[in-house]
């Protein structure tokens, strides 16, 4: 007798389901991006060498730390829970790890503006020695030798001969494919969903108090600025390190807020382990310095407990949960 | 008959000359190629980076060298006080542990003779700003990844002088008013550079590093400056003084 076995005829087939193809795209409102991938245009094969990179521990000195390890896509690839991250050997950062997303829109990376091309990001931790330690020509080399990678760079660049240019080409084009748009915040933008009265009340708030510096849509204005968390900046002087100017000392790259009830802890150094904290800090707690921003106030602005409330269920709304469960962005097991 | 062996005669006659044309352009040359060559010398002694040698400055202080590596670019010959050819893609990392990449090979120079040449030490500004490079602009340890550009000019080393005896010179910065790159131009003192077919002519230049403490513009005292890794009043102050250390020496034609 014969039966026809439905896991029979699976076993036949790829176990995995085919992948939704990424594409860069400028969702509704968006300006235009900074990146335009005109030296490395996205393609399938591409992406996924990126992706494959990015969660690979290859990259780091002893083979332990990825760029996941540190930027998990669950909390919008933040750390979750982590004020600093700890790298190879254990060794902890001085920086919190920030979310990642829309990095094609940003002029340059990093909390003091450091990196100015999204291809030459990933040296910096790769470099570091409290992150990952390694060389970008070992990690070439490793690259080269895997028995793997070869094919996968011969793929996306029609060479198997494996370069620091394309290793960093094929990360830009999975990092900059990220993109994150489809909040309940987006889909309010768009006229399919009604706020609630409390997330609506917290919008307007935002919009009078908070929008001058995280500017819709991107939820920052890509400035660097003082929001006076110190009155004197030896610890880490931000942007000032990069410029050598004295005008920008204590100055950090004001961060988009999507994602924030995620991407926990708050602040450059990851002081702010609550949004509530976040709201205190600015309703009474802004600190006087020689570089602190011209739109804030020493003290605060004074935000009433409703307010704050009301900004808070605002800003849950800018959650992606779409974002976060993107197998597209997943680590491929 | 007659009329025929003429016509042919005719055509062979004007068949032979149109050849004899084509064999005239097939006789032009092919463009050269020129190697531009560096050496790398302290004073009056060659530099050697494995730290055995000592040299002294203006200020006498003893330094030895560890390593010493630059990015040569946009290279430019010139005849009459104009440019003739700039190189395309002109980017070169001059290492003085690896001899080899102190002889930098031009290509495609059209023949012609040359009294000038102009080149950049460091990277211009656009290639600073430009993302993943390839060839000699692969990030290395000439990039910084922390504030993100190439390093122009790497000198270290050890001394008594600097206060825990080493020193440390990664100069960079492509931003006003950082700016580190420095152009060069050297004429051949009267000479020319006779670029012909396929034999290379060679053009020899000395750098000499003792320069970058004792330059024109600026004395460097390694007592007080011994760490310079980032931009700023100090890189500007060596990149003026790796301003003046090359000199034309001699060519090969």
Partial sequence: MFSISCSDKDDNLTTTPPEVPVEFYIPDGFPAPVYNFQNNPITQDGFKLGRKLFYDPILSRDSTVACGSCHQQFVAFAHADHRFSHGIDNLVGSRNSPGLYNLAWFPNFMWDGGVNHIEVQPIAPINNPVEMDETLANAVFKLQRSSFYPQMFEKAFGSDSVTAQHMLRAMAQFMGAMISAGSKYDEYRAGNVTLTTSEMNGLNVFRAKCASCHTEPLLTDMQFRNNGLDSVFFTDAGRGHITQLPQDSGLFRVPSLRNVALTYPYMHDGRFYSLNNVLDHYSSGIVQSSTLDPLLTPGGMNLTAQEKTDIISFLYTLTDHKYIADKRFSEVQ | ?253
Avoid at chain 2, 92 to 105: A, I
Avoid at chain 2, 108 to 122: C, W
Avoid at chain 2, 178 to 189: C, G, H, K, P, W
Avoid at chain 2, 196 to 223: C, M, Q, Y
């Fill in chain 2, 1 to 253: 008959m007659k009329k025929i062996i003429s016509m042919l005669a005719f055509v062979a006659m004007i068949s032979v000359s149109f050849t004899a044309c084509k064999d005239d352009d097939e006789e032009v040359a092919p463009d050269g190629t020129v190697s531009l060559e560096f050496t790398n010398i302290a004073g009056n002694k060659n530099v050697d980076t494995t730290g055995a040698t000592t040299y002294t400055t203006a200020l006498g202080q003893s330094f030895n060298i560890k390593r010493l590596k630059y990015y040569i670019s946009n290279v430019k010959l010139l005849k009459n006080n104009a440019v003739v050819y700039t190189m395309p893609e002109s980017y070169f990392l001059v290492d003085e542990s690896k001899q080899s990449s102190t002889k930098l090979s031009i290509p495609k120079v059209p023949n012609g003779s040359y009294d000038r040449i102009q080149f950049m030490v460091g990277v211009d500004s656009a290639r600073n700003v430009s993302g993943a490079q390839s060839g000699a602009l692969t990030p290395s340890d000439m990039f910084w990844s922390w504030s993100t550009g190439y390093i122009f000019f790497k000198l270290e080393g050890q001394s008594t002088s600097a206060p825990g005896g080493n020193y440390v010179y990664h100069i960079a910065g492509f931003k006003d008013p950082n700016v580190a790159s420095r152009t060069i131009d050297l004429t051949f003192n009267g000479a020319s550079l006779v670029v012909e077919g396929s034999r290379e002519a060679e053009i020899h230049v000395f750098a000499d590093v003792l320069k970058v403490f004792n330059g024109g513009p600026a004395t460097v005292d390694l007592s007080t400056t011994y760490n310079v890794m980032t931009t700023g009043a100090n890189s500007m102050k060596i990149a003026d003084n790796y301003a003046d250390m090359f000199t034309f020496d001699h060519l090969h034609n």
